[in-house]
């Protein structure tokens, strides 16, 4: 069984440019979670999809902005980017967006915005 | 809206002894989960125990275990045995059982080292 895995591992990018990370949740899981974690910080949830709809959004402004597929990979496109924005990003992956399921947590995107 | 607080940012251990990483949470729903996650140095966060608020026994898995104060909103864990691999940040994290998803609100993490 293939684990969550994200790309790009790394990415750096200038203030104002557009970015894109990609998730692949594990096998039999249809609902992904993105979260942000700044340095020597927990993660933040962003949003939430849940069979390719958003399913609940954290405290992030409207230029963050994600995608579910069929295949339930999803992905999270960030626009006018600020250097605030430099963070690890996290997805994870769900077998339901309710009920007593783990969620498995991707290495995620270590996105440095100079 | 939940808030979890992690107050020691970091602790150290010696190898084989037992430490104990606190947490504390804000709610106001009675039912919910609480979990503690373990992020190494290599990233990747991994679920090391999870807790139901409505199950009063405390959950143990191997050398985890935690003590769960419903009344008291804490929430700790103890490490027994502590071995050089359990070096790594750890979260406290809650998540709503009746709500719309499955948000995690996760603490600021603490860092454990451990000393050989």
């Known amino acids: 069984e293939t684990g969550v895995t994200q790309s790009p591992t790394h990415l750096i990018k200038t203030r104002g440019q557009q970015v894109t990370l990609r998730c692949s949740s594990q096998s039999g899981h249809n609902t992904v979670s993105w979260y942000q974690q700044a340095l020597g910080q927990g993660p933040q949830f962003i949003f939430q999809y849940y069979r390719e709809e958003e399913n609940g959004r954290g405290n992030f402004p409207p230029r963050f902005s994600g995608l579910q597929f069929p295949n339930y990979s999803s992905e999270l496109n960030v626009n006018a980017l600020e250097l605030d924005d430099s963070a690890l990003y996290l997805c994870a992956s769900s077998r339901e967006t309710s009920g007593p399921y783990e969620q498995y947590f991707g290495p995620g995107t270590r996105l440095t915005v100079t | 809206a939940q808030t979890v607080t992690q107050s020691q940012p970091e602790m150290s251990v010696q190898e084989a002894e037992t430490v104990t990483l606190s947490c504390t949470y804000d709610?106001?729903?009675?039912?919910?989960?609480l979990f503690w996650y373990k992020q190494p140095p290599s990233r990747q966060m991994i679920l090391v125990i999870r807790q139901e608020a409505y199950k009063q026994q405390n959950a143990t898995e191997n050398r985890f275990s935690v003590n769960f104060q419903k009344a008291a909103k804490s929430f700790s864990l103890k490490i027994s045995d502590s071995q050089l691999g359990d070096a790594a940040m750890y979260f406290c994290?809650?998540?709503?059982?009746?709500?719309?998803?499955?948000?995690?609100?996760f603490g600021k993490g603490i860092t454990l080292s451990v000393r050989p």
């Open positions: 709610t106001s729903e009675s039912d919910y989960y």
């Open positions: 994290a809650y998540r709503s059982r009746t709500g719309a998803n499955s948000k995690l609100t």
